[in-house]
């Protein structure tokens, strides 16, 4: 059986062999024309490669149309059909316009932001809030983190063994409380020092930088 091949193509509007000559394509999913058939599915109008337009809102739709007559979804119209504005549609609305994906140091001080802002008088500094926040965080991340800080201090110190080695040690000589408490304090200083300063010049970098029309909304 006869099976047309790339240089003898079946042209899409009216199944016949097109041949390299008289083709037009190939356009959307492979698809081919006859120079006389490359014409608007609506009205009919001849068409050329600078002129023809595919359906971008139907996958399925290989036909080809001219500027007036190509689908269009219709102004002030969402395709809530489509998975990507549909997922956008479904984000929290936020009044905060600085950039949320990236700021703080971990997910715990964007948390204890937004209880602190609940709680606040409207009168106290959001970027005051934001660095007790930030430290309220750096508190929790240097507690859980703390046993290992001991592990890696005596290992550096020692030279010797491995963290296992080292942990089994720790945990004869301190036990579990040695474990989290020895060297607490001053690790939480640090953790409040470091965390405060990060957050102040980082929040505040971010307000000096944002957009003019931007800035009368967030407050200092």
């Not at 698809?31 to 599915?41: E, L, P, Q, Y």
């Amino acid at each position: 059986m006869y099976r047309p091949n790339f240089y003898e193509s079946t042209c899409f509007r009216c199944n016949e062999i097109v041949y390299q000559v008289d083709r037009v394509g190939p356009l959307k999913d492979f698809t081919f024309f006859h120079s006389g058939c490359f014409k608007c599915a609506v009205c009919g109008t001849k068409l050329t490669l600078k002129t023809y337009y595919n359906n971008q809102h139907w996958t399925e739709d290989k036909e080809v149309y001219c500027s007036s007559h190509v689908p269009k979804i219709g102004p002030g119209h969402l395709d809530n059909s489509s998975v990507g504005i549909r997922s956008a549609l479904n984000v929290p609305k936020s009044n905060n316009y600085v950039n949320e994906q990236i700021r703080g140091l971990a997910r715990n001080s964007h948390d204890n932001e937004y209880e602190l802002l609940k709680i606040a008088p409207s009168w106290v500094s959001t970027l005051l809030i934001q660095c007790a926040a930030g430290t309220l965080g750096g508190f929790t991340t240097t507690f859980l983190t703390n046993p290992l800080d001991i592990v890696r201090a005596r290992l550096q110190v020692e030279g010797v063994g491995t963290m296992k080695d080292i942990f089994k040690t720790l945990w004869a000589e301190e036990g579990l409380l040695g474990l989290y408490f020895k060297g607490l304090s001053a690790r939480l200083v640090q953790s409040a020092c470091f965390s405060f300063s990060i957050i102040l010049g980082y929040e505040s970098i971010k307000r000096v930088a944002l957009a003019e029309e931007f800035k009368p909304r967030v407050r200092w």
